[in-house]
């Protein structure tokens, strides 16, 4: 009975242990089976990746391939739609509180009211829009027309340094008067003159007919004459009777000429003149233009070797003018240079209305075409006033 109940305590064991045995090997089965999948996993997620990679660098190389066999203008095209792109990108936030609900752009607020750009503008275009817009009209033509040149800067500034000598303290006073703000602006515009005259001469010249330069001819072109004088001084601002005792001497010295004196004696002896007088008042070869005209006129109208018996009155003061030379008339051929010149300075100092008949051709030279119907209107009518401005026309007299 000990024996059976021993045999049978031994199987229980047994038959325990090897349930425990069947529980390690589980166990060990088990744990082996987990690493076994998790061996599985990493080397799957390895292999994953090298794929990865492998299609990331052939990826890599296809974009690689693709961006190299883009052409030079495909690559600026793409350039431009990117920044295009930006730009876009940065009005939409840039407008985004400067506009109105209806797409109107806001120049100001306040309280209750909303200042948009067109109410603007339409405020503007009647307070000098019309002067505005031909100033700009214009500077872009006459740049467009002429390059500024180093001698119209050097004369700007020579002006700029006259101006300012001439009015002292008051130069800004003056610069504001214009409506100009300072040395640079003035500088400005006074190239834009000196391109603008350039432009008038050049209408003058386009527009001269060949029956009108015969006219001058005929009317107004002479042969050179020499001559010599006696001048008495006297300023134009001294009294009556400073200039009534300058011309008692020059009647003086004509009387003397009348005794059959020597001109060049008398002129060396008499004559204010310091220069002429040491040759004994000779002037040499002159023509129209060259002296102030009442001297030229006199000198013109004597035979030669004749002397004025009358003083003739200059700002200068008082001359005695003996013709001493006279060359033939030049050919028609000859004075043509002369004669192009000598209208040009004609209408240029006679015609006021050159100026905006030379500007109003070249404004249509580049198709001018405003669209705004008040500019419009308000342009057509400057012009219009500007044209029919009364002209007088004469023969040019420079002074000497």
């Known amino acids: 009975m000990a024996e059976q109940k021993k045999k049978s305590e031994a199987k229980k064991k047994t038959t325990t242990k090897a349930k425990s045995n069947n529980k390690t090997s589980k166990k060990v089965e088990s744990k082996s089976k987990k690493v076994e999948e998790k061996k599985e996993v990493k080397t799957r997620q390895v292999v994953d990746t090298y794929e990865a990679m492998l299609k990331e660098k052939k990826n890599k190389k296809g974009f690689k391939a693709w961006f190299n066999n883009l052409t030079l203008e495909q690559l600026i095209v793409g350039g431009v739609v990117i920044i295009a792109i930006l730009l876009i990108v940065l009005i939409f936030v840039s407008t985004k509180n400067t506009k109105t609900s209806k797409g109107d752009d806001i120049v100001a607020k306040l309280n209750g009211k909303v200042i948009t750009a067109d109410e603007l503008y339409s405020e503007l ?53 214009y409506g100009i703000s300072d040395d640079s602006e003035l500088k400005n515009i006074l190239i834009q003159q000196s391109k603008q005259e350039k432009v008038v001469e050049a209408y003058i010249k386009k527009n001269i007919t060949d029956s009108e330069m015969k006219s001058y001819y005929d009317n107004n072109i002479k042969g050179d004459i020499k001559a010599s004088h006696i001048l008495i001084s006297v300023d134009e601002n001294a009294t009556d009777a400073d200039k009534e005792k300058a011309k008692k001497k020059a009647e003086e010295i004509i009387e003397k000429l009348k005794n059959g004196e020597d001109f060049a004696k008398l002129a060396k002896k008499y004559s204010d003149d310091d220069e002429s007088k040491k040759d004994g008042g000779n002037l040499g070869y002159f023509n129209t233009g060259d002296m102030v005209e009442a001297f030229e006129e006199a000198a013109y109208k004597l035979s030669v070797d004749e002397y004025t018996t009358e003083p003739v009155k200059t700002t200068y003061g008082y001359h005695i003018i003996k013709k001493t030379g006279e060359k033939e008339k030049p050919s028609f051929e000859k004075s043509k240079s002369t004669i192009i010149e000598k209208i040009v300075d004609d209408k240029k100092e006679n015609d006021t209305t050159i100026t905006a008949k030379a500007m109003k051709a070249l404004r249509e030279k580049y198709k001018l075409n405003i669209k705004d119907k008040y500019l419009k209107k308000a342009y057509n009518d400057y012009v219009e006033n500007s044209l029919t401005t009364t002209t007088t026309t004469t023969t040019t007299s420079s002074s000497k």
């Open 125 to 177: 275009k009647t307070q000098g829009g019309r002067s505005i817009l031909t100033s700009m009209i214009d500077e872009y033509i006459l740049d467009k027309e002429y390059k500024t040149t180093d001698e119209m800067k050097k004369t700007a500034e020579a002006t700029v340094k006259s101006y300012k000598s001439s009015y002292g303290k008051s130069y800004k006073t003056f610069l504001s008067n």
